[in-house]
């Protein structure tokens, strides 16, 4: 009788363990969900953001060439992504979308870099590089809005458009831009 009840306890004990390991299991991977679908939405609108900032340097940058430079103004360098200082958003998001996030990042520091000598040099600068990082972050950021269930901004197409006839134009490439593999698990 004794050890029925002790054998009772120790087996209640560990049924309650192993239910307290699940439940509690079961809210962190909730939990976790719901930080990365926010910081996924979060970074896809700063995307959006830093895509707006470059659609109006595009457009003042046509408006300086088609007045002669009596109107709007050019701009060399890529803005900071809004999510570059702070780095901690991106610890949420899938590994594979971090990668690529961080590698947006050092490609858009790279070109900046890559400008200044060309200013310093008095060499013309490659509008492809411009125009195919502004294509990459189009991609994942249609592919990331897509993950969370919102449509593509279509209010880019003009400027993917007018992206893609840079980059034809480009003494570096000479075809249309073609989505990079983002394949990023689902």
Known sequence: MISQGILGTLLG?????ILSFCITSYIQWQQSRRQRRSATMQVVNNLRCWMR???????????WVH??????TTYNDLPKFPFETSLELISFLKPATAIRLLRLIHEKDAINIHVQWSLW???DIDDGQHA???LDVAALCKR???QVGWPDEVSFDRYKAM???????????KQPYESPSLSMPH
Request: hydrophobic share 40%; proline share 2%.
């Open 13 to 17: 004990t560990a049924l309650g363990a």
């Open 53 to 63: 900032e470059m659609a109006w340097r595009i457009d003042q940058e046509n408006l």
């Open 67 to 72: 007045s002669n430079g009596m109107d709007g």
């Open 121 to 123: 040099a008095e060499e």
């Open 132 to 134: 195919k990082l502004f």
């Open 144 to 146: 990331m809005s897509l």
């Open 163 to 173: 992206m893609n006839e840079r980059l034809e134009k480009s003494p570096k490439q």
